[in-house]
């Protein structure tokens, strides 16, 4: 017969090793503020908004037709703002000590869905190197752009700048530290059931019955040392009255 676990023996189990629970989720809270605060680099971040505009001539109308090819040229040059002949000149330029490959995992390119523009971002342990970045980016990248398409179609609408990148987006303390808590509450919890599964001992009558499956009849109170004492010398002095009872 399948043995069913109920709701009291949960709630008894909880409170059995509420201690155990509250240090585990304590402890794993801490250590992940600890960790936040003292161990993980800031992150700074700084945006810069490029627009993909066709030129037009001054007979012709801005049309549909225009704004679908913007459209699907800014998924290709979002493509080409983190490719190596655009990051190895903000490398010379900058005078950066970085790789091509380790800048551009730096850069991360956001799009919006049937948008003539992109953000491109840049992220940093240094703000002022953040904003450096992404404005040498984006300007490198309206210059060679003429070269590499042979047109002159990109517009910097907004460029980064440092009031706005001062505040570090990672890591996020509230964000790290809810998290700890909330796995540490999981392990405590798990563990606690684990250890009270895995605990044969018997301790109550209940215990008792379910183990032998037979109902338990009487018991047998536990005697302290000073009881026994007691009932020792009760009885000593009740054989003593006895025996002089007795002589007489």
């Known amino acids: 017969m399948e043995e069913t676990i109920s709701l009291k023996e949960i709630f ?3 409170k059995k090793r509420l201690l155990l629970i509250i240090t585990i989720t304590l402890l794993a809270t801490i250590i992940s503020a600890i960790f936040t605060f003292f ?3 800031p992150q700074y971040s700084a945006s810069t908004q ?3 505009n066709q030129q037009s001539s001054k007979d012709s109308l801005y049309n549909q037709n225009a704004v679908q090819t913007n459209v699907q040229l800014v998924n290709t040059y979002s493509g080409i703002v ?3 002949i655009i990051l190895n000149q903000v490398i010379k330029d ?4 970085y790789s091509a490959e380790a800048l551009q995992s730096m850069i991360s390119v956001e799009t919006v869905q049937n948008a003539q523009y992109f953000n491109v971002t840049v992220k940093n342990t240094d703000p002022a190197e953040a904003v450096q970045i992404a404005n040498k980016t984006a300007s490198i990248f309206k210059t060679q752009i003429k070269k590499i398409m042979k047109v002159d179609n990109v517009t910097v609408l907004s460029k980064a700048n440092l009031a706005s990148s001062e505040n570090p987006v990672s890591p996020n303390p509230k964000m790290n530290m809810a998290i700890a808590f909330v796995v540490g509450l999981m392990i405590s919890v798990g563990l606690a059931f684990l250890l009270e599964y895995l605990d044969n001992t018997v301790k109550t009558e209940d215990d008792l019955e ?3 499956g037979l109902p338990v009849l009487g018991t047998i109170s536990e005697i ?3 009881q026994h004492h007691v009932k020792k010398t009760s009885h000593a002095a009740h054989t003593q009255a006895r025996g002089d009872h007795l002589e007489a």
Not at 94 to 97: G, K
Request: neutral net charge; hydrophobic residues 55%; proline residues 5%.
């Open 82 to 84: 983190k490719s190596p």
């Open 210 to 212: 379910k183990l032998l």
């Open 12 to 14: 008894a189990t909880l």
């Open 50 to 52: 490029i627009l993909v």
């Open 39 to 41: 161990f993980i680099t």
């Open 224 to 226: 302290s040392a000073d």
């Open 94 to 97: 900058l005078n950066l000590d």
